[in-house]
């Protein structure tokens, strides 16, 4: 079991950069591979990033590679997504999440999820 509150959204120029945080509640994290999602207006929610259990090796969606970094420390039981170049279109609700296994791109494999923070990004 593990709780999950996301931060650092916000409003940011279109070229502009953000540090979403999220931070895990319980004693396992280090267990959970984490990932990142996002959901848009009228669309699903889709894979931004994932950062593994025990290996660390991380993931991004084609959307945002190179654009976007992912980490964790799980002394602080704590995951980061570093965002850059932002676009008008990644304006959404960013969501971290968790899960017990090495699958980490479909959202409906994970067991945790955070509320959201909203990231907006104008022209």
């Known amino acids: 079991q593990v709780q999950l509150v996301e931060s650092g959204g916000g409003l940011v120029q279109a070229g502009g950069s953000l540090r979403l945080s999220c931070a895990a509640s319980?004693?396992?994290?280090?267990?959970?591979?984490m990932g990142w999602f996002r959901q848009r207006p009228g669309k699903e929610r889709e894979f931004v990033a994932a950062?593994?259990?025990?290996?660390?090796?991380?993931y991004y969606g084609d959307d945002v590679k190179g654009r976007v970094t992912i980490s964790r420390d799980n002394a602080k039981n704590t995951v980061y997504l570093q965002m850059n170049s932002l676009k008008p279109e990644d304006t959404a609700v960013y969501y971290c999440?968790?899960?017990?296994?090495?699958?980490?791109?479909?959202?409906?494999?994970?067991?945790?999820w955070g509320q959201g923070t909203q990231v907006t990004v104008s022209s």
């Open positions: 999440a968790a899960r017990g296994s090495d699958y980490y791109r479909d959202p409906r494999g994970y067991d945790y």
């Open positions: 319980g004693r396992m994290f280090s267990a959970y591979t």
């Open positions: 950062i593994l259990r025990g290996s660390g090796n991380t």
